[in-house]
């Protein structure tokens, strides 16, 4: 069974730097795309960023291009995004997310399995 665990988020200050990290398991993820989305309070959810898990080709949403870099590291099975530059916009839950397929899809009905989130709050 696929699990997603992303962990990371906690409270930083305008300004600050931030990784989060989102720990794989219960199969191999060769055939799969990794994608980063955030959620603020009373909004939709947003697509940061993808990769896929083999061959490592990035895309990104509008809000996450710039300041914000997607990545995974095969041999610890695990995704990260770090973000710079951090605003007080940013404050939101950030959640990791998997679909079996390369295809970068920007819609949070597209992908299957889900971490459980992550707190992210940006202070002046």
């Known amino acids: 069974q696929v699990q997603l665990k992303d962990s990371g988020g906690r409270l930083v200050e305008v300004g600050d730097s931030l990784r989060l990290s989102c720990g794989v398991s219960?199969?191999?993820?060769?055939?799969?795309?990794m994608a980063w989305f955030r959620q603020a309070q009373g909004k939709e959810r947003e697509f940061l960023a993808h990769?896929?898990?083999?061959?490592?080709?990035?895309t990104y949403g509008y809000s996450g291009q710039g300041r914000f870099t997607i990545s995974r590291d095969k041999d610890r099975n695990t995704l990260y995004l770090q973000m710079n530059d951090l605003r007080v916009e940013d404050t939101a839950v950030y959640y990791c997310a998997a679909r079996y397929g390369f295809e970068s899809l920007h819609g949070a009905d597209d992908y299957e399995y889900w971490g459980q989130g992550t707190q992210v709050t940006v202070y002046t």
């Open positions: 990769i896929r898990w083999v061959g490592e080709m990035t």
């Open positions: 219960g199969r191999t993820f060769g055939g799969y795309g």
